[in-house]
């Protein structure tokens, strides 16, 4: 059984461009979690996504960010127009639907702006 | 607003020195406090979930134990391939979003 995938591994962009992070739950797994770390303040929060639906994105910041959780297909996370403030590790976390409190991890995307 | 303290930031010992890591929290109705391990450069590995006072769970060296204001993660006899950084996160209320504490670094030294 395959754990949370999440790909790139790795994202450079410039000041100005797109970041698109994606995200592959654990089968079975209908919940989804983003959150970003960063060295010095541990993992935040993002936004938690069912298929089709936000559930609470009270941890997204208010603009260039959004996320989606299509019927088909990875969860995605965007980022327009980044800034060097975005680098971090972003991770993907998911939960089967009948227990949420437990998250499962995948790998992360580490996201460097240049 | 939960509130999730981890002590100490880091923790070096020597293999087979048995030490304890601690989570203080503050909450609102405990739905569940979790640990997890996470290597550098990896995600986060879920190890244990702690609903109410009282309870333990044990996984190999590690034991983690709970009461109404911390929880412990002890590790007994432990090994360099223990060295990571442990977090601890709490879930309260009607709240699937757990607050995570910073971590606790540790180093075992061979």
């Known amino acids: 059984n395959a754990g949370v995938m999440q790909n790139p591994r790795h994202l450079v962009r410039r000041r100005g461009q797109e970041a698109r992070l994606r995200c592959s739950p654990m089968?079975?797994?209908?919940?989804v979690y983003w959150y970003r770390q960063l060295p010095e303040e541990g993992l935040k929060f993002m936004v938690y996504l069912q298929k089709e639906n936000i559930i609470d994105e009270s941890g997204m910041p208010k603009e260039r960010f959004s996320a989606e959780f299509p019927k088909e297909g990875p969860s995605i996370l965007r980022i327009q127009q980044v800034v060097r403030g975005d680098s971090a590790a972003y991770f993907c976390?998911?939960?089967?639907?009948?227990?949420?409190?437990?998250?499962?991890f995948g790998p992360g995307t580490r996201l460097t702006v240049t | 607003e939960d509130q999730v303290t981890q002590s100490p930031e880091a923790l070096r010992l020597q293999e087979g020195e048995s030490s304890s890591l601690n989570c203080s929290y503050t909450?609102?109705?405990?739905?569940?406090l979790f640990w997890y391990r996470q290597d550098p450069g990896k995600g986060p590995e879920f190890l244990f979930t702690?609903?109410?006072a009282g309870e333990e769970k044990e996984k190999e060296r590690l034991k983690a134990t709970l009461t109404k204001k911390e929880s412990f993660l002890h590790i007994t006899a432990p090994k360099p391939e223990d060295s990571a950084t442990y977090l601890c996160a709490v879930a309260s209320g009607g709240s699937y979003i757990p607050t995570f504490g910073r971590g606790t670094s540790l180093i075992v030294h061979p």
């Open positions: 909450v609102s109705g405990l739905r569940g």
């Open positions: 702690l609903y109410s």
């Open positions: 089968k079975g797994h209908s919940h």
């Open positions: 976390a998911s939960s089967p639907p009948h227990d949420s409190y437990e998250q499962y």
